[in-house]
């Protein structure tokens, strides 16, 4: 399926059209921002790689019966998914403090948190994406008390099938954050799940691998997502199928 106009420009992908009503194309640039995006640079490769990254975590998830909202691999930069309506609210599960959980509780950098906890948080960066509440999400009528409950519970899923799938490459997946959507009246995994939306440390020297080394400007930062890509068994050069 081809890409037809542009329907909205984000700060690391763009989105288009197609011509099914009930598709779009994620095109990932190399584009890389942090802090709401006031510091935004382009990284060689970064969008291919992103691109491969999350069509494996995708793949993974779907086998592991979490339904998202991914459909497949159309190039290197570009994939295809269902179109969501989307629900304005981050889910943001952590298994280790760290970010900025740190400063709002003044809770130790590198607590392991037991059981992980979890947070919402107001898609809004001029507003610097506010930590919100259920009641919130209730109130201001951006999804339905069982949505609330389906997204909680389908973060944990994730959370579930990845922190094994990272542990077993030698890797913690520390936090990360998802978005969900509306798709004919089920709730579907809206988001990419990249190096770019989460946290991963080496389990021995706790190093860390992920968009941090960007934001902390710590350089190395694709080259860190491809060894992350490197340890999982992720082939950057398979064929684009389908
Ligand atoms: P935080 O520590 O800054 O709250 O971030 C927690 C995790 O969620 C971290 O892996 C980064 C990710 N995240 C995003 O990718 N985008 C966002 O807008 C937010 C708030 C968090
Ligand atoms: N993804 C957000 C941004 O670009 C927040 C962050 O990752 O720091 O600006």
């Given at each position: 399926m081809e890409r037809k106009e542009q329907l909205y420009t984000g700060k690391a992908k763009s989105v288009f059209i197609t011509e099914s009503k009930d598709h779009l194309v994620l095109f990932f640039r190399d584009d890389t921002s942090a802090f709401d995006g006031e510091k935004i640079e382009q990284l060689d490769r970064k969008g291919m790689v992103n691109n491969r990254f999350n069509a494996f975590i995708m793949e993974r998830l779907e086998a592991a019966g979490i339904k998202t909202h991914y459909e497949r691999l159309l190039s290197d930069t570009e994939s295809l998914v269902k179109r969501l309506d989307m629900i304005p609210v981050e889910c943001v599960v952590r298994n280790i403090a760290t970010g900025s959980i740190c400063k709002r509780l003044g809770v130790e950098d590198g607590l392991d948190l037991q059981p992980p906890t979890f947070e919402f948080f107001l898609k809004d960066d001029e507003r610097h994406d506010p930590m919100i509440n259920d009641f919130h999400i209730r109130t201001f009528k951006w999804a339905t008390d069982e949505e609330v409950e389906q997204m909680k519970v389908l973060t944990f899923e994730v959370n579930q099938v990845l922190s094994g799938l990272f542990r077993e490459a030698g890797?913690?997946?520390v936090d990360f954050k998802l978005e969900f959507g509306r798709f004919n009246g089920s709730l579907l995994l809206g988001d990419e799940f990249t190096p770019d939306g989460c946290r991963v440390w080496?389990?021995?020297?706790?190093e860390k691998l992920d968009k941090d080394r960007f934001r902390r400007g710590m350089g190395q930062v694709v080259e860190s997502y491809e060894l992350i890509a490197s340890k999982l068994g992720i082939?950057?050069?398979?064929p684009v199928t389908g």
């Amino acid at each position: 399926m081809e890409r037809k106009e542009q329907l909205y420009t984000g700060k690391a992908k763009s989105v288009f059209i197609t011509e099914s009503k009930d598709h779009l194309v994620l095109f990932f640039r190399d584009d890389t921002s942090a802090f709401d995006g006031e510091k935004i640079e382009q990284l060689d490769r970064k969008g291919m790689v992103n691109n491969r990254f999350n069509a494996f975590i995708m793949e993974r998830l779907e086998a592991a019966g979490i339904k998202t909202h991914y459909e497949r691999l159309l190039s290197d930069t570009e994939s295809l998914v269902k179109r969501l309506d989307m629900i304005p609210v981050e889910c943001v599960v952590r298994n280790i403090a760290t970010g900025s959980i740190c400063k709002r509780l003044g809770v130790e950098d590198g607590l392991d948190l037991q059981p992980p906890t979890f947070e919402f948080f107001l898609k809004d960066d001029e507003r610097h994406d506010p930590m919100i509440n259920d009641f919130h999400i209730r109130t201001f009528k951006w999804a339905t008390d069982e949505e609330v409950e389906q997204m909680k519970v389908l973060t944990f899923e994730v959370n579930q099938v990845l922190s094994g799938l990272f542990r077993e490459a030698g890797m913690i997946l520390v936090d990360f954050k998802l978005e969900f959507g509306r798709f004919n009246g089920s709730l579907l995994l809206g988001d990419e799940f990249t190096p770019d939306g989460c946290r991963v440390w080496d389990v021995e020297t706790r190093e860390k691998l992920d968009k941090d080394r960007f934001r902390r400007g710590m350089g190395q930062v694709v080259e860190s997502y491809e060894l992350i890509a490197s340890k999982l068994g992720i082939d950057m050069a398979g064929p684009v199928t389908g």
